[in-house]
C-alpha cells in the first residue's frame, strides 16, 4: 500500500481533515438551532426535549450495525455517500422552513437521518485513518482531527448558529448542508481505494449479527482495548450526568448568569483546542502511560471541584484541564485502538466502542437529574469522584509502560491486512 511508509500528514489527511471541521461546523449551527426552532413551535418541555433524545437515538440503534457496514464496503464512498443523503435530508428541511411547511415532526424526521449518517460517518472515518497517515503520526492526526472538531463545532458554531438563527430559522439547516456537501466533494478527492482487506467467507457472507458478535469478542480479548473502552464508557456515565446539571450548579451555586455559564464550556473548549494542537508532543514527552494515568486523576479533580468549590474560577480552570484532558485521551485511546486492531476488524472495533460511549452518554443524561434530585445538587459530582478515583486504582497497573509501550511498538498489520490505498 501506497502512501502510509513516511512521516509526514500529506494531502489526503488535509482534506480528510478540512472535510470533517466544515462538517463539525455545520452539525454544531443545526444541533444550536434544532432546539430553537422547536421552541419557537411549542414551549412543551417534552417536545423540546425530544430533539436532544433523537439525536441520541441513532448511536444506539446503528453504531454496531455501521461497524460492520464499514467493514465490508469501500469507507471512502462510503462517507461520500452519506455526507450527500444528509445534503438531501437537509435541504427537504430547509425548503420546509422556507415555504412555511416545517413543521415538528419533519426536524425530527431530519435530525434522526442526519445523526444516524454521523454514526456510521464517523466510524468509517476512524476505519480509514490508519491508511490515510503513518502509524507513527496517529497520534498527531487525530490531535488535528480532534481539533478541527472543537473549534469549529465547540467555540464556532454556536454563536454563528444563533446569530443565523435570528437572520432567518433556514439559514443554520442550509449552511449545514453545504457543508456537508463541501465534506463530500473534498473526500471524494482523497485518492485511493480503502476497502477492508477481508473477502467474504467460502460459505458466503456472514450475518451482521456474526461479524459484530466477532468485533465485539476480539475487543473484550484485548485487556488494554477493552479496560480503555469500559472506562471511557463508565467515566462518560457520571461526566454527562455532572453536565446534565452543570446549569443548575452555575446559576444557584455559582451565581453566574447565562453569560458565565456559556463561558464555563467556552474554557472547556480552550483547553480541548490546546490539548489536541500540543497533544501528540505532550504523549511523546511524558508518554501515552502517564498521559492516561493523569488524565484519570483530573477527571476525579474535574468531580472534587465542582462538588467542593463555590468559585467560578476554580471551577473555570478545572474545566480548562479537563479539556486538555479530554483532548489527550481521546488521542491516545483512538490512536492505540488503531494501532492494534487488524484492518478488517477497524469499523466493528471501532463502533463497539461509540456504542458503549454513547451508552454512557445516554445513562448518564438520564442520571444526572434523578440524583441531583434525590440527593441533593451536588450529589453527581460526588458519586463522579468516587467512581474516578476507584476506577483509577483498579486499572492503574493495567496502563503499565511496558504494557503501552509493547503497543506502540507492535509492527503494523501485513499488507494483506490493510485497506489499500493506492493513488
Known amino acids: 500500500m501506497t502512501g502510509t511508509t513516511g512521516e509526514r500528514l500529506d494531502g ?54 455501521g461497524g460492520v457496514l464499514a467493514d465490508r464496503v469501500d469507507r471512502r464512498r462510503l462517507m461520500v455517500a452519506i455526507d450527500w443523503v444528509r445534503v438531501v435530508a437537509l435541504a427537504v428541511l430547509t425548503a420546509a422552513i422556507v415555504t412555511g411547511r416545517a413543521g415538528v415532526a419533519l426536524l425530527y424526521a431530519v435530525l434522526f437521518v442526519v445523526n444516524t449518517g454521523e454514526v456510521v460517518f464517523r466510524t468509517a472515518a476512524q476505519a480509514m485513518l490508519p491508511a490515510v497517515v503513518p502509524r507513527a503520526r496517529l497520534e ?16 464556532i458554531a454556536g454563536p454563528l448558529g444563533g446569530f443565523l438563527f435570528v437572520l432567518a430559522a433556514s439559514i443554520p439547516f442550509g449552511v449545514n448542508a ?61 461526566l454527562t450526568a455532572a ?30 483546542l490546546l490539548g489536541s494542537v500540543v497533544g501528540d508532543r505532550l504523549v511523546a514527552r511524558i508518554t501515552a502511560t502517564w498521559t492516561i494515568r493523569i488524565g484519570l486523576l483530573i477527571e476525579a ?14 471551577i473555570a480552570v478545572a474545566l480548562f484541564a479537563f479539556g486538555v484532558h479530554g483532548a489527550l485521551w481521546n488521542m491516545v485511546s483512538n490512536s492505540m485502538r488503531q494501532r492494534l486492531t487488524p484492518a478488517a476488524l477497524q469499523g466493528r472495533v471501532g463502533s463497539t466502542t ?15 437529574g434523578v440524583v441531583a434530585a434525590r440527593f441533593g445538587l451536588t450529589a453527581p459530582y460526588w458519586v463522579g469522584f468516587v467512581v474516578a478515583v476507584a476506577v483509577t486504582a483498579v486499572t492503574w497497573r493495567v496502563f503499565d509502560r511496558s504494557t503501552v509501550a509493547a503497543a506502540y511498538a507492535d509492527p503494523a498489520p501485513a499488507p494483506d491486512d490493510r485497506p489499500a490505498a493506492v493513488a
Open 301 to 314: 479533580g474535574l468531580h472534587l471541584a465542582l462538588a467542593a468549590s463555590r468559585s467560578a474560577v476554580v
Open 140 to 155: 498527531r492526526a487525530n490531535g488535528w482531527l480532534g481539533g478541527g472538531t472543537t473549534l469549529a463545532q465547540g467555540m
Open 243 to 272: 453536565i446534565a446539571v452543570l446549569v443548575l450548579l452555575a446559576t444557584q451555586r455559582l451565581g453566574l448568569g447565562s453569560v458565565g455559564y456559556g463561558v464555563l464550556f467556552t474554557c472547556m473548549a480552550v483547553g480541548g
Open 354 to 368: 461509540l456504542f458503549i460511549a454513547a451508552g454512557g452518554n445516554c445513562l448518564g443524561a438520564l442520571l444526572g
Open 12 to 65: 489526503r489527511f488535509a482534506r480528510l481533515w478540512a472535510a470533517s471541521t466544515m462538517s463539525a461546523l455545520g452539525s454544531g449551527m443545526a444541533t444550536v438551532a434544532a432546539p430553537l426552532f422547536v421552541a419557537a413551535k411549542t414551549d412543551d418541555p417534552l417536545t423540546v426535549s425530544a430533539a436532544s433524545a433523537v439525536a441520541w437515538l441513532p448511536w444506539l440503534l446503528f453504531a454496531l450495525p
Open 178 to 238: 453545504a457543508t456537508y456537501a463541501l465534506s463530500a466533494v473534498l473526500i471524494g478527492l482523497v485518492a485511493g481505494s480503502y476497502r477492508a482487506g477481508s473477502g467474504p467467507e467460502p460459505g458466503g457472507r456472514r450475518s451482521a449479527r456474526a461479524e459484530v458478535v466477532e468485533g465485539f469478542r476480539w475487543l473484550m480479548s484485548q485487556r488494554l482495548l477493552r479496560t480503555m473502552t469500559l472506562l471511557i464508557g463508565l467515566l462518560n456515565v457520571t
